[in-house]
């Protein structure tokens, strides 16, 4: 049994993301395809044996080590456990940006989830996984499901889905965007009607959008302008809330030409899209 490994945390795209409603909770009902990129973050993971609970290699700047989600998914996990559990180090290579849309939080938690189920031979199944990861955040569990989804509820219901695989361009604006201001504005949209599941892969793709997007553009230029300057390569969409905007692009040579051209102060990266996480081919790997 191996005490150390090292896994993806890939990054996700919302394809499109409609918001059909506000539930008496407070949140908001959601429609949205879920595809993951052969990009993101690594995590490592390391068997510390005689000591015990949860440490990170170093800080994540502007999170602090008790609100981060890597170590509150490994005590959530922790609780599943029937027998002593040895110490963990965890490392992280960060490349998604924070508050980025990428889903960069949700798949460091679903990473440590599936990392540490195998490390502490805790032999948890894929749903009760899944359940752990949801108290985390409603994006958690497609990360630990691993296949592109057509998402429902608040994003927790997947039905798994196969959009093309294309090439996307992703930029991050310099800004950072409050989600909590974006669903709570006066002129978010909230009533689009639900689609089905079968046309949401069929016919043209322009009729699907983002429903924060209008929102975001008024109150962030940065996305505004980064937006208009994609949109003149073909459709450019945000990311869940933001603050990245993605293009899609049919080969890696298109989207790169496209990248090598953006302006100045804008970061970002070229990716493909999968259907099936990164995270689980390397698990995969492991067996």
């Known amino acids: 049994m191996r005490n150390r490994i090292t896994l993806p945390s890939p990054a996700k795209l919302n394809l499109f993301l ?37 440490r990170l290699a170093g800080p994540v700047p502007g999170v602090p080590d008790n609100a981060n989600l890597i170590v509150r998914a490994a005590q959530a996990l922790s609780e599943h456990a029937d027998h002593p559990l040895p110490g963990i180090l965890i490392g ?10 990428l889903g960069g939080g949700s798949s460091n938690a679903a990473t440590t989830l599936m990392a540490l ?3 502490w031979q805790l032999n948890l199944n894929e ?34 889905a196969n959009p ?13 965007i409050n989600t909590g201001k974006i669903f709570s504005a006066e ?7 639900k689609i089905k599941i079968r046309p949401a892969f069929e016919g043209d793709a322009s ?4 429903d924060c997007e209008d929102v975001v553009r008024k109150l962030y230029p940065e996305v505004n302008q980064s937006l208009e300057w994609l949109s003149q390569f073909g459709p450019a969409r945000l990311t869940g809330t933001g ?45």
């Open 187 to 193: 002129g978010l949209t909230r009533g689009t009607p």
């Open 92 to 101: 992280i290579n960060k490349r998604l940006p924070m508050g980025g849309g």
């Open 117 to 119: 189920n195998h490390l």
């Open 164 to 176: 093309p695989e294309d090439w996307f361009v992703v930029l991050k604006p310099e800004c950072n």
């Open 207 to 210: 009729r699907y959008r983002n």
């Open 243 to 287: 603050a990245c905007i993605f293009g899609r692009f049919p080969t890696e040579s298109a989207a790169r030409i496209i990248w090598e051209s953006k302006p100045s102060g804008i970061t970002g990266f070229v990716a493909k899209g999968v259907n099936q996480s990164p995270l689980h081919q390397k698990l995969a790997e492991l067996k």
């Open 127 to 160: 749903d009760t996984l899944a359940g752990i990861g949801l108290t985390l955040g409603a994006d958690v569990p497609v990360f630990v499901r691993g296949n592109a989804a057509f998402g429902e509820g608040v994003g927790e219901i997947l039905t798994p």
């Open 18 to 54: 409609h918001i059909n409603g506000r539930r008496p909770d407070g949140y908001h009902e959601l429609q949205t395809l879920f595809q993951f990129l052969d990009y993101g973050d690594d995590l490592t993971f390391e068997l510390t044996p005689g000591t015990a609970g949860v």
